[in-house]
């Protein structure tokens, strides 16, 4: 019988699988966009090889090793001590519309393996997998590939990120790896590098052209990468949870279920596939009221007053906030039980009453009369050791028994994975919700995990966070851990912005949202007006080259706007609202990221028929005149209308002089041919270290 093909992708992407008879399908292709109706078997085109085995054992969709497949594995499982083969000999495949489900069983072990391919918003791939024991005895899960998929034999360069706390989302470009590459985290949250994520670069590949996989595990805690280089030429890439041996075990008719993967394939570049990812990860927000509305521009009070909270000082805060033209107050660390430093605390979520004699319903009614939002921190899932809940329940540290139980900001972390620790949780929470009228959470995680509590923990987070979410459907929350630490697709169904990084230095910010941008969309972006000198860097910026840099995200403001001269206060309430004029123009459209001449980086964001392009400048020029900016995502027929709305930093007694062009790009639009921009480039005022040009493009039809 003449093979069937189960073909699932879009007119620039497409997947094509080989069906056999009883056995998991080959992989015949995962890339560009292709017509597969004229596709010949796989057995006719490949010739036997040298010290091969007989039976020739191709990538499938569900490799294993130990009959053949010599590659990286898809399953390991274990019952009563080593790996165990699995031989799958019976397979079921399912096909609906835009989704293929495909199940194969191992009739001796009872090892089922599901496993889902499906088209996410967008175009991405959504990958998933779940194991199952249909055997007599239990298994032991070592590995579940979320997804393994092959990658092009002209694959040519990896992209992915590390960092830490303060400098989150360095990116590393690498060749393709001649062995093996992996990127393994084991901190018990995704980590300050970013999401579980990496993208592949085909020959040539630029930020807007050439053949792109990206792809990122819709996961928060532990996770492994891995692309790995097959004898035959080509590369596989592999993603799943790293799992501790001995953590997942299923018992006779148990299941265990991968997060997902989400991969997307691009031949419109780096911007094409982080288009894809963006999509995909719009598709699993869930916004109060089912969609988002224009992101409130809100100030969080950490960096303005730290611990050093009492009424009338949180009030005079929310006062200037409000002048400024602030729509959402949000009360950071401080506010509870004993918290003056971070040495107590963490457990015991109600009011220092010494702080807030009145309670925190008076602090927040004045929040509201002065028509602002109240939001409030919390870091749930950590607790102090000196705290009335550590007191009553030292069980429920996670801790190894027998063990020193080490601190990082003298705090331990609560087991999750205990549905008593998940129950007190959810009481305080809703409580603090219900009788505040608290409109918006900021979620907290100050610590890597030591020792790991496991996929439990990731998943007890999420559900405490899932039932949160329906008991109070009109709440917004934000992701935190350290800054960056915890940003990523997994928290995506739970959460409504990201905490970008502690470091809010406009300088060392250009990179960070840079970074942030691969991945996820830049409405959930949290990216704020800091104060100067930078407490992070100790760096002095202008305030337009610090409110610049964080137009682009949902906008924050990290300062004391009393403490700021009637300048200062001006000039933060004009760009406030500067961006409440374009957020909605920012933020849920496009995102493109670009390069220039002499240290330049660019970006625009918003639709095909208006955007806003930021032309940043980081660093002092090394040129005598700016050159000019190609757009290549502009290439096509027709006219643009660019209008230059504002230039921001640069200050000084000494400015460079400009040129008549770009007065008469301040005082209306100039037209220009979308193909001049896309080769030529666009014209460029010269500008001064740390400063950022802005200007408005329309293409009108």
Not at 579 to 590: C, P, S, T
Not at 624 to 645: I, M, N
Request: include cysteine; charge should be negative.
């Amino acid at each position: 019988m003449a093979p069937s093909f189960l073909t699932l992708g879009t007119r620039e992407a497409s997947l094509v699988l080989e069906c056999r008879d009883s056995m998991p399908p080959l992989w015949r292709h995962f890339g560009a966009g292709v017509d597969s109706r004229c596709l010949q078997p796989l057995g006719k085109q490949r010739s036997p090889a040298s010290f091969s085995l007989d039976n020739d054992v191709p990538l499938s969709l569900a490799p294993v090793n130990g009959a053949g497949w010599f590659g990286p594995a898809a399953l390991s499982v274990r019952v009563d001590g080593p790996a165990n083969v699995v031989v799958f000999d019976d397979v079921e495949v399912d096909q609906a519309g835009e989704s293929l489900r495909v199940t194969s069983r191992d009739g001796r072990t009872g090892v089922v393996l599901e496993q889902r391919i499906s088209l996410a918003d967008g175009g991405a791939f959504r990958f998933g997998a779940t194991v199952r024991n249909e055997g007599d005895g239990p298994h032991s899960l070592d590995w579940l590939a979320s997804a393994l998929v092959p990658l092009p034999a002209s694959s040519a360069s990896l992209v992915s990120w590390r960092g830490r706390h303060n400098a989150e989302l360095v990116e590393c470009v690498e060749p393709m790896p001649l062995h093996a590459w992996a990127r393994e985290g084991r901190r018990g949250i995704s980590g300050h590098g970013g999401p579980p994520a990496l993208v592949v670069l085909g020959p040539g590949a630029t930020r807007d052209a050439g053949l792109v996989h990206a792809t990122q595990l819709a996961w928060s805690g532990d996770s492994r990468i891995a692309v790995e280089r097959d004898d035959e030429g080509c590369w596989t890439l592999s993603l799943g949870v790293a799992l501790r041996p001995g953590e997942v075990v299923l018992q006779p008719g148990e299941a265990w279920t991968a997060p997902d993967a989400l991969i997307a394939v691009s031949t419109r570049g780096r911007n094409g596939a982080s288009a894809l990812q963006h999509e995909a990860v719009r598709g699993l927000v869930r916004w109060p009221g089912g969609a988002m509305r224009a992101r409130p521009v809100h100030l969080n009070s950490w960096e303005a007053c730290y611990f050093r909270h009492d009424t009338d000082r949180i009030v005079q805060l929310a006062e200037s906030a409000a002048a400024a033209g602030v729509e959402r107050f949000v009360l950071d660390d401080g506010w509870f039980r004993n918290r003056d430093d971070d040495t107590a605390g963490l457990g015991d979520w109600t009011a220092d009453p010494r702080k807030y004699p009145e309670g925190l319903g008076a602090l927040a009614a004045k929040v509201t009369a002065l028509g602002m939002e109240f939001g409030l921190w919390v870091e749930p899932e950590m607790i102090s050791p000196d705290s009335d809940l550590y007191r009553a329940h030292p069980d429920w540290a996670l801790a190894a028994e027998g063990r020193a139980r080490p601190t990082a900001r003298n705090q331990l972390v609560l087991d999750m994975g205990r549905a008593d620790v998940r129950e007190y949780l959810f009481a305080a929470i809703d409580t603090l919700l219900r009788e505040l009228s608290v409109g918006y959470l900021k979620w907290d995680h100050n610590r890597d995990l030591a020792p790991a509590g496991g996929e439990r923990q990731v998943r007890g987070t999420y559900e405490l966070l899932a039932r949160l979410r329906a008991a109070h459907p009109g709440v917004e929350i934000e992701g935190c851990a350290g800054g960056g630490g915890r940003s990523d697709a997994g928290l995506a169904p739970y959460v409504h912005r990201f905490w970008t990084s502690d470091n809010i230095d406009a300088v060392s910010r250009v990179p960070i949202q840079r970074g942030f941008l691969a991945f996820l969309p830049p409405e959930m972006m949290g990216a704020h007006i800091g104060a100067s000198p930078a407490h992070a860097t100790g760096r002095r910026q202008s305030m337009p080259f610090r409110a610049a840099v964080a137009m682009p995200g949902h906008l924050g403001v990290e300062l004391d706007p009393g403490k700021l001269s009637e300048a200062e206060r001006d000039e933060l309430a004009d760009w406030i609202g500067f961006h409440k004029q374009w957020r909605d123009v920012l933020h849920a459209g496009h995102v493109w990221l670009g390069e220039g001449a002499d240290g330049l980086v660019w970006q625009a964001q918003g639709r095909a028929d208006e955007f806003l392009l930021f032309a940043i400048r980081r660093d002092p020029a090394q040129d005598r005149h700016p050159q000019p900016l190609p757009l290549p995502f502009l290439a096509g027929e027709g006219a643009a209308e660019v209008q230059l709305l504002r230039i921001a930093g640069g200050d000084g007694p000494h400015q460079p002089p400009s040129a008549s062009l770009f007065d008469d790009m301040r005082a209306a639009p100039v037209r220009f041919d979308r193909s001049w921009l896309a080769h030529a480039g666009l014209p460029l005022p010269p500008m001064k270290a740390e400063t950022v040009a802005i200007f408005q493009v329309r293409t009108p039809a």
